[in-house]
């Protein structure tokens, strides 16, 4: 189970600490975080891959960064899902 403290929100910028996950879940989520033109900076640090201990990082141009991670997480389960579509039907 992933556990989730946020470090810093503001208007513009999100930080939290995540413990229980490395990069299965934050490496797509940079990926498709990249690709957003709202998005001006995104990154996270695995303290050590054993640890499961991650700090993320986002910061926007426009909007919220609690939105943009949002919309990033809906972009990935639709591709998901097209691609559990693919193979099972």
Do not use: W
Not at 10 to 36: I, M, N, Q, R
Not at 40 to 64: A, C, I, M, S, W
Request: aromatic letters at 12%; zero cysteines; glycine letters at 4%.
């Amino acid at each position: 189970m992933i556990s989730i403290d946020i470090v810093r929100l503001d208007e513009s910028y999100l930080e939290f600490k995540a413990k229980g996950e490395t990069y299965t879940l934050f490496s797509p989520l940079v990926e498709y975080l990249s690709k957003d033109p709202d998005v001006e900076y995104v990154q996270f640090d695995v303290d050590h891959p054993l640890q499961e201990n991650v700090t993320f990082k986002v910061k926007v141009r426009r909007g919220n960064p609690l939105d943009a991670v949002k919309r990033a997480v809906e972009a990935i389960l639709r591709d998901l899902e097209e691609l559990e579509r693919g193979f099972f039907q």
